[in-house]
């Protein structure tokens, strides 16, 4: 009989401990950032810009096969224009990092962070969450799509809200023909 309460005290105590100091946070999988991507596009009056920017880290949280939050960290300092060559890409990439955009000296790194996730579809969820630029953080909504081990997002970011008041005019007045829009696209393709 003492041995059987003994074990009993023994299983509950392991038990506790495991419950204790185990939380459920879901499967964390790791984004492969050499073969995922992150494009931006910028609009002006006049046409409009492309290029790249690197993730830095990032994952994705599931729950079985449900999305249930995620978090990436982007290096600012990787912020790249794609349809530029010679000295007008590397002007538009140097203003880009400059303080008049998103001064990658004292910023350089963006922070994006799900808050809430909510199926949408079939392989889609609505996302909000947390993004961070130049120190200043509001929220953001947009779609995900999940497929296997891959996943990709379109997420449309006002640049005023963040401080990146060049060309702005949300800003400045009469800019006509110089006015940079304050709207611009990020389109992400993830692999995990």
Known sequence: MKSIIKTLALVTLVVFFTLSFTTIDGDKKEI????????WKGYKVTGSHEGTIAIKTGSLTFEADKLIGGEF???????????????????????????????????PTAILVFTSVEASGK?????????????????VVFTISVYGNKANASIKIDRSKYDVRYGSTSFFDNLQDKAIYDEFDLVTDLEF
């Open 32 to 39: 492969k950032i050499e073969n995922s991507k992150v494009v």
């Open 123 to 139: 392989n889609a969820y609505k996302v909000t969450g947390d993004l961070t630029i130049k120190g200043k953080t509001n929220p």
């Open 73 to 107: 960290e982007i290096d600012m300092t990787t912020i790249s224009a794609t349809d530029l060559e010679g000295n007008w890409k590397s002007k538009l990439d140097g203003h880009l990092k400059s303080d008049d955009f998103f001064g990658v000296e004292t910023f």
